[in-house]
């Protein structure tokens, strides 16, 4: 199931993410961590509400300060 999430990946390469261009507005992400948690909104105040594990691929839509919003598989 395809859905929409913000994510916190303003720490990418602390992470380990490794990307590429997908298209001149969107990249795509393959978690390398053992799973990273995605949130409800752009803070850690937000609950979290899904976890992504290690080997999924999320596609980057937007950038806004250290949070992204994120469409898990393919846009």
Do not use: C, N
Not at 48 to 61: D, I, K, N
């Amino acid at each position: 199931m395809v859905g929409r999430f913000l994510l916190l990946l303003g720490v990418m390469s602390v992470l380990g993410f490794h990307s590429r261009a997908l298209a001149d507005e969107f990249w795509r992400v393959k978690i390398v961590e053992p799973y990273i948690e995605m949130h409800t909104g752009p803070g850690r105040g937000y609950p979290v509400f899904h976890v992504v594990p290690r080997g999924e691929t999320l596609v980057v839509l937007r950038r806004k300060t250290d949070w992204y919003k994120v469409q898990s598989g393919d846009p």
